[in-house]
C-alpha cells in the first residue's frame, strides 16, 4: 500500500514526462481566433495552396501562378485563398486584375507557440 507521499512523487514523476503547452491555456477570444487558423489549415487543397505561397519566402505570389502549378481553377483557388486571408494567415494585395498573396509570419509565431510542447 503506498502512502500519500509516495503518490506525490509518481504524479510528479508521471507530470515530468508528459508534454505540456508552453503558454498559459488559452482564453475564449484566443481560442476562437487559434481554432479559425487551425480549420482553415484543416483543408489539404489550402494545405497545398498555402505551401505554394510559403515557398515563395518574403515574394508576393499571384493568384494567377497558383492555378498550373497546382493544376486547380480560378474559382477554387480564389475561394481557398479568401479562406486563408480571412484565417489571418495571407495577406492579400490587389495588382490590376489579379491579387498577390504573402504569408503573415506573426500568425505562424503564434501556431508554432501553441502548438510548441515541453
Known sequence: MSTSVETSE???GAATECCAL???????SDADRMAKKLKALSDPTRLRVLSHVAAQGCDAVCACDLIDVLDISQPTISHHLKKLVEAG???REQRGKWAHYTVVREAFAELRQFLSLD
Do not use: K
Not at 22 to 28: K, Y
Open 10 to 12: 509518481l504524479r510528479l
Open 22 to 28: 508552453d503558454a498559459s491555456p488559452l482564453g475564449v
Open 89 to 91: 494567415l495571407l495577406t
